[in-house]
């Protein structure tokens, strides 16, 4: 993976169960850690529980975000609301501009 050559460790993280993210992992052929956050708490850390209303019922949902921290996890970069189209290869630039 072209991270790892870049010292970059990738994490994801959802409020989905640990089954479900082994499921996901297998079936997308992914090589990234995904943590169940049944909980919230980290999710909550970071601020990225939303409202959001479909069809005029509200309800509380991720908003999809990336932060890219150093190693004493102090937050570099982040993106909100992030759109999956080009979003990797961003991502990829910024860290390989910070090696």
């Not at 050559?5 to 850690?33: A, M, P, W, Y």
């Not at 993106?79 to 961003?90: A, Q």
């Amino acid at each position: 993976m072209a991270y790892e050559k870049l010292n970059t460790i990738l994490v994801g993280v959802s409020r989905d169960s640990i089954k479900s993210h082994l499921d996901f992992i297998e079936k997308q052929d992914l090589n990234v850690l995904l943590l169940s956050d049944k909980e919230s708490k980290l999710c909550a850390c970071f601020e990225v529980i939303k409202p959001k209303k479909i069809h005029g019922k509200e309800y509380m949902s991720l908003e999809r975000s990336t932060y890219v921290l150093d190693e004493s996890g102090d937050i570099l970069k982040e993106w909100r609301n992030v759109k999956v189209e080009g979003h990797v290869e961003e991502v990829y630039e910024l860290v390989e501009s910070l090696k």
